[in-house]
């Protein structure tokens, strides 16, 4: 089973990272490093990205003419992905623990983040949508 | 330059979908079909993947001991992830015209849904804006 496990914020929170020391942000990015190549050893590992900051982000709509209408204002509430782990699993169970040590990584100070991780499966067909 | 387009919705949204008609649906992944082709034979192609519906979700937080804490509980406002595509773009108007065709594709009757599609780019590492390296 594939599921994908996401990291979100708000800008806000997007803010509060950025003013991280060097030490945390090595620290967390070192776990980050660790925490993939258990992934792979382990052989769930299939694919991990992170996006570029939240004030890049546009929306994309087609106009009238099927021509793209871009906007980059949003509410201050929206949720931003973050980055993302898309692993293969044989149990749900086991994507909760995957996903509950990236949460643990070490946030300011070193202390664990306990930051929400998203677990959602991943389709292989559209027919699994049961529609 | 590598793009994610992100395609999300409420579970009201999500409701919606499910009450389209078989035709509507098949006539809608037709489109999107069409548009994973193309993108493939201009070589811009990397993945697609669609989402389970967002009911099933769980948040997950770790706690010290490393045991996994799951909640499905989400507001009604929370946008879900729904499906994706990656691309590999010449320029950022590329992708925005990608993502102008997905948002295009044809809903009920054969009109265009208009959904948003958010358009984003990968960064190599974690950054902060002063300390920006973006894949290129």
């Known amino acids: 089973m594939k599921y994908i496990l996401m990291m979100l914020g708000k800008k806000a929170d997007w803010d509060e990272y950025a003013r991280w020391s060097k030490e945390d942000l090595q620290r967390n990015v070192a776990f980050m490093q660790r925490f993939n190549k258990e992934l792979h050893e382990a052989g769930v590992f299939l694919d991990t990205k992170g996006l570029a900051w939240p004030q890049e982000a546009k929306l994309v709509r087609a106009g009238k003419n099927g021509e793209p209408i871009t906007d980059g204002v949003f509410p201050e509430s929206k949720e931003f ?3 993302y782990w898309v692993i293969d699993v044989e149990t749900p169970e086991q994507a909760y623990q995957i996903a509950a040590r990236a949460s643990a990584a070490p946030g300011p100070g ?9 677990v959602r499966q991943v389709l292989s067909s559209h027919s699994d949508l049961g529609l | 330059m590598k793009y994610i387009l992100l395609m999300s919705g409420t579970k009201a949204g999500v409701d919606t979908y499910r009450a389209w008609s078989k035709k509507d649906i098949d006539a809608h992944m037709a489109v ?14 990397i993945a697609t993947q669609g989402l389970a ?37 010449a320029t950022p ?22 959904m948003p599609i958010e358009v984003r780019q990968f960064a190599i590492r974690p950054q902060s804006p002063d300390r920006t390296e973006q894949e290129s």
Do not use: C, Q
Not at chain 1, 110 to 118: L, T
Not at chain 2, 32 to 45: K, Q, V
Not at chain 2, 93 to 114: F, L, M, Q, V
């Open chain 1, 81 to 83: 992905l973050a980055g």
């Open chain 2, 53 to 89: 519906a967002p009911h099933e979700a769980r948040v997950v937080r770790g706690l010290k001991n490393g045991m996994p804490i799951t909640d499905g509980i989400f507001p009604e406002s929370k946008e879900f992830l729904l499906g994706y595509w990656i691309v590999d773009v």
């Open chain 1, 110 to 118: 070193g202390e664990p983040g306990n930051m929400p991780i998203e």
């Open chain 2, 93 to 114: 108007e590329r992708a925005y015209e990608i993502a102008g065709r997905i948002s295009a594709a044809a809903g009920p009757g054969g009109i265009p849904t208009h």
């Open chain 2, 32 to 45: 999107l079909a069409g548009i994973n082709r193309e993108l493939t034979e201009s070589g811009e192609f």
